[in-house]
């Protein structure tokens, strides 16, 4: 594991260890399952979809802005995007789960916990918070865990996008492969924090063919958008370039808009 995954899984099971210890396993299930039924993720019928992302911060660009993520989350569901991430990690993106609390009474759309999860307790966490869904990274979690906490996302209403680095990451991912979950590929290089977005289309070829596919990292303009649709990614999740810029909404539909004419076969 790359010095940078293991430093925010580290740091993940000691936020997983205080919440267990200031509130306990039984009572975020109670809250966790006594919360509002989430809105459920809906892919369009068009076969293209964005995941937008609302962050403060990222590991190579530090801080990216100052405009509180509910506020951008806001801006983002207006875009067409299926699904909003928000980033919980508070040490390298500034993340709160209260961001993903806030986010997800104000809009309607479907609201996806980001983080480096790695006990079941944090994805109660992000039910009783709102969330839809949850990302899971299978390099941080053996395949009994995995399945565990894919088991108890779906199990609690919500969606799950089980994320890989590389093809030896599908070793445990394929441990999952037989539930309606949703598989993307991170193109970020764990080492150098530098995005391949060759990565893609090297991995791309293992994954099961039955489940949506997710390019996440280096989509940043329609063309990009254009080359994962031409791959066959279903879905994108773009956080960084929207968050920069100064109308997210617009360059969010550009997005979609691109991969959507893409998915057509016609130009964009």
Same mark, same amino acid.
């Given at each position: 594991?790359?010095?940078?995954?293991?430093?925010?899984?580290?740091? /993940?099971?000691?936020?997983?260890?205080?919440?267990?210890?200031?509130?306990?396993?039984?009572?975020?299930? $109670?809250?966790? $399952?006594?919360?509002?039924?989430?809105?459920?993720?809906?892919?369009?019928? /068009?076969?293209?979809?964005?995941?937008?992302?609302?962050?403060?911060?990222?590991?190579?660009?530090?801080?990216?802005?100052?405009?509180?993520?509910?506020?951008?989350?806001?801006?983002?569901?207006?875009?067409?995007?299926?699904?909003?991430?928000?980033?919980?990690?508070?040490?390298?993106?500034?993340?709160?789960?209260?961001?993903?609390?806030?986010?997800?009474?104000?809009?309607?759309?479907?609201?996806?916990?980001?983080?480096?999860?790695?006990?079941?307790?944090?994805?109660?966490?992000?039910?009783?918070?709102?969330?839809?869904?949850?990302?899971?990274?299978?390099?941080?979690?053996?395949?009994?865990?995995?399945?565990?906490?894919?088991?108890?996302?779906?199990?609690?209403?919500?969606?799950?996008?089980?994320?890989?680095?590389?093809?030896?990451?599908?070793?445990?991912?394929?441990?999952?492969?037989?539930?309606?979950?949703?598989?993307?590929?991170?193109? $970020?290089?764990?080492?150098?924090?530098?995005? /391949? /977005?060759?990565?893609?289309?090297?991995?791309?070829?293992?994954?099961?063919?039955?489940?949506?596919?997710?390019?996440?990292?280096?989509?940043?303009?329609?063309?990009?958008?254009?080359?994962?649709?031409?791959?066959?990614?279903?879905?994108?999740?773009?956080?960084?370039?929207?968050?920069?810029?100064?109308?997210?909404?617009?360059?969010?539909?550009?997005?979609?808009?691109?991969? $959507?004419?893409?998915?057509?076969?016609?130009?964009?």
């Amino acid at each position: 594991m790359a010095d940078f995954l293991a430093s925010m899984a580290a740091s /993940s099971r000691l936020r997983a260890d205080e919440a267990r210890a200031k509130l306990g396993g039984a009572e975020l299930e $109670r809250r966790a $399952r006594n919360a509002p039924t989430p809105p459920l993720l809906s892919l369009s019928d /068009s076969g293209f979809d964005l995941i937008a992302e609302a962050k403060l911060a990222g590991p190579s660009q530090r801080r990216i802005t100052r405009r509180p993520p509910a506020a951008l989350a806001v801006e983002l569901a207006g875009s067409g995007a299926v699904a909003l991430s928000i980033l919980t990690e508070p040490a390298v993106f500034a993340g709160a789960l209260s961001h993903l609390e806030a986010a997800s009474r104000s809009v309607s759309v479907p609201t996806m916990r980001k983080d480096f999860l790695v006990d079941p307790i944090q994805v109660l966490e992000a039910r009783a918070a709102g969330a839809s869904g949850t990302l899971l990274i299978a390099r941080l979690l053996d395949p009994a865990l995995l399945a565990e906490m894919t088991d108890l996302t779906l199990s609690l209403g919500m969606f799950a996008l089980v994320e890989v680095f590389e093809a030896s990451d599908l070793d445990v991912a394929s441990t999952v492969f037989d539930r309606e979950i949703l598989v993307g590929v991170n193109a $970020r290089d764990l080492a150098t924090l530098e995005v /391949s /977005s060759e990565r893609h289309a090297e991995i791309f070829p293992s994954l099961p063919a039955h489940l949506p596919a997710v390019a996440e990292s280096g989509v940043v303009a329609p063309s990009d958008a254009r080359r994962v649709a031409e791959l066959g990614y279903r879905l994108a999740l773009v956080g960084t370039s929207l968050t920069r810029n100064p109308d997210p909404a617009a360059a969010a539909r550009a997005l979609i808009e691109a991969g $959507r004419a893409t998915m057509a076969g016609s130009p964009s």
